[in-house]
């Protein structure tokens, strides 16, 4: 008899952990994950992730529950972009703001469960960027061709627009650098070649916006090198384009695909998490929230059609054993 009991102890207890360890994505004891890719100053991103979650879970609540809250969100920022990858292949991450190459790494080259949610939009409503190669304006580098033994600077390996793209850019026109460092962000790579620590290096480009100045309309720089515009005013001029890769779709915001086995309460959600989104990005705390996180003014849906182009360049290119050169990367 004391066997017996001892063994329905054992069942309830192996029940209850077992119940802990695959509690309902939403609830307290697993709240609905959302990370943050570090692309500005951390604490800044903490706050602005936490707000964001915030609304996410009060929308979400009302939704299901008719109240707010019942539905449960967390936002974290982790250290790297292959964190928040192996996040999703162990279904502890539910929600990610990713690079573009860090979706179809996920999604096509590890794949995990992930899908497009919502598309960043920029200044002017524009859905695509481009890769750019920048040099100093006194630095006799006026072409692609004049980087060749030349000191060059990429933003992370894992960046479509400070990498990946700009790097067969070059091999494919036979251009070989001296040497190349990681400078991890973009506006360190601006700021690197400014001061001349390299000949010439890699970041995102989007098209300048027109603003209004003293009743005059100009033009305004949205490239990577505004980020400096600050530090060093006269950057402009100081540092200029030589080059451009492809478009590139902007930024998704990604989803797990299968937060619920319900495939009814799957779709249901993720299309409230969308809806929640929207009505964060629509506000006057939301708008300033988006151009924190990805300099951008607007989200739309979007599906994963968006990024079958990027899709086969990255794919194509084998010979860079990419998800290696992420690691390394980070």
């Given at each position: 008899m004391r066997?017996?009991?001892?063994?329905?102890?054992?069942?309830?207890?192996?029940?209850l952990l077992t119940s802990c360890s695959e509690s309902k994505v939403g609830t307290k004891n697993r709240p609905f994950a959302m990370?943050?890719?570090p692309s500005v100053d951390a604490q800044k991103l903490t706050n602005v992730s936490a707000e964001m979650a915030k609304f996410v879970?009060?929308?979400?609540?009302?939704?299901?529950?008719?109240?707010?809250?019942?539905?449960?969100?967390?936002?974290?920022?982790?250290?790297?972009?292959?964190?928040?990858?192996?996040a999703f292949g162990t279904k502890k991450a539910d929600f990610a703001t990713f690079s573009t190459f860090a979706y179809i790494l996920t999604r096509d080259i590890k794949k995990y469960?992930?899908?497009?949610?919502?598309?960043?939009?920029?200044?002017?409503?524009?859905?695509?960027y481009k890769g750019q190669i920048?040099?100093?304006?006194?630095?006799?580098?006026?072409?692609?061709?004049?980087?060749?033994?030349?000191?060059?600077a990429y933003t992370d390996a894992s960046s479509t627009s400070g990498?990946?793209?700009?790097?067969?850019?070059?091999?494919?026109?036979?251009?070989?650098?001296?040497?190349?460092?990681?400078?991890l962000k973009h506006d360190n790579v601006v700021t690197m070649v400014y001061q001349k620590q390299v000949d010439a290096g890699a970041t995102y480009y989007s098209s300048p916006e027109t603003v209004e100045v003293n009743g005059k309309k100009t033009s305004k720089i949205t490239d990577a090198r505004a980020r400096v515009k600050t530090q060093f005013p006269d950057v402009e001029e100081k540092v200029k384009v030589i080059g451009y890769t492809e478009e590139i779709p902007n930024e998704p915001w990604v989803i797990r695909s299968n937060l619920f086995a319900d495939p009814q309460e799957n779709e249901k959600v993720k299309g409230y998490v969308f809806e929640a989104l929207e009505?964060?990005?629509a506000s006057p705390e939301g708008q300033k929230a988006i151009d924190e996180l990805a300099g951008a003014t607007g989200i739309e849906r979007v599906t994963d059609a968006a990024?079958?182009?990027?899709?086969?360049?990255?794919?194509?290119?084998?010979d860079l054993n990419l998800e290696e050169t992420v690691k390394k990367g980070k």
């Open positions: 066997k017996f009991f001892s063994f329905v102890i054992f069942l309830g207890l192996f029940s990370y943050f890719i879970s009060k929308y979400v609540s009302q939704k299901i529950y008719n109240k707010d809250e019942g539905f449960y969100v967390k936002s974290s920022v982790p250290t790297s972009y292959i964190a928040v990858v192996e469960p992930i899908e497009a949610l919502v598309l960043t939009k920029r200044a002017n409503g524009e859905k695509t920048i040099a100093r304006a006194d630095s006799g580098i006026k072409s692609l061709a004049d980087l060749k033994g030349k000191t060059f990498f990946i793209l700009p790097s067969k850019m070059l091999k494919d026109q036979g251009i070989q650098t001296k040497n190349s460092v990681f400078a009505a964060y990005a990024y079958d182009k990027i899709r086969e360049v990255i794919m194509a290119n084998k």
